[in-house]
């Protein structure tokens, strides 16, 4: 969740690359969250809804979910 969080700090910030990355290790390792704990959804997260119309964010979060 640490990286998820981080994602969701430099979204606010407007950071859309550092979002990205982050988000992209928050996927990576969301295997190791704490049992019983759901992974968020990032495409209704508040944080991201600014990079909705982006089309590089949405690429990445589209693969992101693929896997």
Known sequence: MFNYN?????AEMND?????SY?????????NM???E???DPWTDDSFQRFMKDDKFVNALKEMSRN
């Open 16 to 20: 859309v690359d550092k979002a990205i």
């Open 23 to 31: 988000l992209q290790q928050a996927f990576q390792n969301k295997q």
């Open 34 to 36: 704490i049992k019983g």
């Open 6 to 10: 981080m994602a969701c700090t430099f």
């Open 38 to 40: 759901r992974f968020p």
